[in-house]
C-alpha cells in the first residue's frame, strides 16, 4: 500500500534578507538566478524525497492501533536514534567550520541534553496551564520552545531522553531496556552510524547538506503523525500517557528548519560553498532515515519484536 502525505512541504524560496542583499547591490542577478536554481535542486532531491512524501510507518502509526507489543518494540528503536543522536550532535559541534555554526549546533545539543530554551522578551503575564495543556505541552519549568540555551538553566528533567523513559516506563520499559546500542535493529543501527559519519562530518559541506535534511525531514509532518497516533491511544486505553516529548518536538521542529534557512543563505555565498557535496549529504541522510523507518516497518509486518 502507498501513503501520501496530505499537506506536502512548502517549497524553499529565497528570503526577504536575499531581498534586501539583491536590492542593496551585494548580490548580483547571477548570483540570485544561480541560487534559485541551487533551491529548486534542493525542493526536488530533499523536499520531494521518498521518506518524506511517503512514509508507511508513520502513517500507520498515526491510526493509533499499535499493540502494546508494537509500542515496546517502536520505544527502543527511537530510544536508540535520541541517545545515539547526542553522539552525531557532538561530532558536529567539534567540526563546525564557524563560531556561529558552532553555537546553532549547540544549541541543539545542550537541549538535547536538559538546558532549557530562555525566552528573551519573556511575557509579564504567563499563560498559566491547566493540567490537560501541561500534558500535551510539558511542564513550563522544563520546557520551552523559543529562545536560545545561553543563560538557560539545565536541569536533569529537561533532557529528552528522560522525557522519553518517562513515556517508555507506561509500556513496562525501564532505563535498562531502551537507548543503548544493543537494543538497536540493524536498521536503526544504520541510520544512526550514518548520522555521525554524514551529519558530524568534517567536511562542512557535506555536514550542511545533512543537517539541513534533517531539519526539513523533521519539519514535514513526521512528528505530527506520531502526536496523532498517541493521542488516540491515550483516549482509548493510556489516560495517563505523559506526551510531552512528541508534542515538544512537533511544536520546535519549524523552528529548527527556519534557522537552517538561514544557515544555509549564510553559507551558500561564502568562498568555498560546494554544491554538490552539500546535495550528497543530505541525500545520504535521507536515505539513511529511510532505512531506518522501512526497517520499522518490515518489523511491523513481519511481528518481529526484540
Known sequence: MTYTIL????????SSHINRCFERGDLSEKQIKDYETFLSEVNHKFLDHSIILHNAYTHWFSQGIATNMEMQHFIRQFSVFSNQFLVAALQKVINSPSLMQSRASREILLNELGVIYR????????????????????????????????????????????????????????????????????????????LIRIYGSDDPNIAEGASFAVENWAAAGFWQE????LTHIKSIWHPGLPLAFFSWHNRVEAQHAS????????????????????????????????????????????????
Not at 226 to 229: I, M, N, P
Request: aromatic content about 10%.
Open 7 to 14: 499537506h506536502p512541504p512548502v517549497p524553499l524560496l529565497r
Open 119 to 194: 525566552n528573551p522578551n519573556p511575557s509579564h503575564h504567563p499563560r498559566i496551564l491547566s493540567k490537560a495543556e501541561q500534558d500535551r505541552e510539558g511542564d513550563p519549568d522544563l520546557v520551552s520552545t523559543k529562545g536560545t540555551v545561553d543563560g538557560g538553566i539545565c536541569r536533569f528533567r529537561a533532557a529528552h531522553f528522560e522525557w522519553l523513559l518517562n513515556f517508555a516506563k507506561e509500556f513496562g520499559l525501564s532505563f535498562a531496556d531502551i537507548g543503548q546500542r544493543k537494543h538497536g535493529r540493524p536498521s536503526t543501527l544504520h541510520f544512526c552510524d550514518a
Open 226 to 229: 506520531l502526536e496523532d497516533g
Open 259 to 306: 534557522h537552517t534557512l538561514e544557515e544555509l543563505e549564510h553559507v551558500y555565498f561564502q568562498a568555498g560553498f560546494d554544491r554538490q557535496k552539500f546535495i550528497q549529504g543530505g541525500q545520504e541522510i535521507l536515505d539513511a532515515i529511510t532505512v531506518f523507518w522501512n526497517g520499522l516497518n518490515t518489523d511491523r509486518l513481519a511481528r518481529v519484536y526484540v
